[in-house]
């Protein structure tokens, strides 16, 4: 594949949508490594995945030509010399998303941390020039800030700050977060913006007023949300000129026309989860109790939040056949051969 000579590694941070299996090293609620998860994925085991197979990880390494990037935890003194995946089931932009009391996940200030520490043992293996350059041909695909949001319609706490102050302090620490990836030798980044969080099953059980309709209020602020993201990224961009190169996939766009039109990319049920219980099958979470559909391909929503691996495939897929539409800077084929 021509595009795969490119990327040397990919370096992989953020939530659920792709860790590959980090949870499975350390106590958490959220995890993924037992039934009916991974029942589509080769072996039919659970590897840590939320999803009846692949992720959007596994399908963006396949088409850059390279394995899937390995959890981290599986060895924290590893090099890594063909990618890395820091991304923890849970984790936001800001260190208190998914904190106390759940206990358990790697927020994003700490992915950067580990991926610090794996940069200083590439140098001092093969130099900081060789570092240098391998890192400025790497893809670091992020995708965050979906927990960071759901927690805040989720317990809407009394003292809780008004959206937009969330919002902001999101937009803040992730650019700092950039700069400091950026400032670690990371060239090409392809940003995911937030998907619309309020059409996840949990979340429509949630909407009390219409009976199973996306929660818009979560919706409208995903929106806002990726406004300001691409401002952001935009600003950035015009401050590191050559030293900063992104790919940003409008998720949103792409989510809600596949929603709308699901015959269209051969989906049928838009609302339900396939794996759970109860109405929408998701008033519980998919465990070994609960019961799954015998179709996976025809299901948007795996669970109560995740997307099938068939929705996952669609979306990367997206990034390399049909990008003017959903992609509103540089192209990912663009990116990748810089």
Excluded at 21 to 34: K, M, V
Excluded at 137 to 145: A, D, K
Excluded at 193 to 213: F, I, S, W
């Amino acid at each position: 594949m021509s595009r795969s000579q490119k990327v040397t590694a990919m370096y992989v941070f953020g939530d659920s949508q792709v860790d590959v299996g980090n949870n499975d090293y350390f106590q958490t609620i959220f995890r993924a490594n037992f039934p009916f998860n991974g029942i589509d994925y080769p072996g039919g085991k659970p590897t840590g995945r939320f999803s009846n197979g692949k992720n959007a990880a596994d399908f963006l390494a396949e088409n850059v030509g390279l394995p899937t990037p390995p959890p981290y935890l599986s060895n924290k003194d590893g090099l890594f010399m063909e990618g890395v995946s820091f991304a923890s089931g849970g984790a936001g932009i800001l260190n208190s998303t998914n904190g106390t009391p759940f206990n358990g996940t790697i927020h994003l200030s700490k992915q950067v941390e580990y991926f610090s520490e794996l940069q200083q043992r590439l140098i001092q293996k093969i130099g900081y020039n060789a570092a240098q350059m391998h890192l400025s041909s790497s893809l670091f695909p992020i995708v965050i800030g979906s927990n960071d949001l759901l927690n805040y319609f989720t317990f809407k706490l009394p003292m809780t700050k008004p959206p937009q102050e969330c919002i902001d302090l999101m937009l803040s620490t992730f650019l700092t977060q950039l700069r400091q990836l950026q400032g670690l030798g990371a060239r090409k980044f392809l940003i995911f913006g937030l998907a619309p969080v309020g059409c996840t099953p949990a979340q429509r059980l949630l909407n009390t007023t219409e009976v199973d309709k996306c929660n818009d209020e979560a919706n409208y602020w995903a929106t806002i949300y990726n406004q300001g993201l691409q401002s952001m990224l935009r600003k950035l961009k015009s401050q590191l000129q050559e030293h900063f190169n992104y790919t940003y996939l409008n998720t949103y766009d792409f989510l809600v026309n596949l929603i709308q039109n699901p015959t269209k990319y051969g989906f049928r049920e838009v609302k339900a989860a396939c794996c759970g219980k109860g109405r929408l099958s998701a008033d519980v979470p998919c465990l070994p109790i609960s019961i799954y559909c015998p179709n996976r391909n025809d299901h948007v929503f795996w669970d109560r939040v995740h997307p099938t691996e068939a929705v996952a495939k669609i979306l990367i897929n997206t990034l390399f056949n049909n990008t003017k539409q959903y992609v509103t800077s540089m192209d990912l084929p663009k990116l990748i051969a810089l």
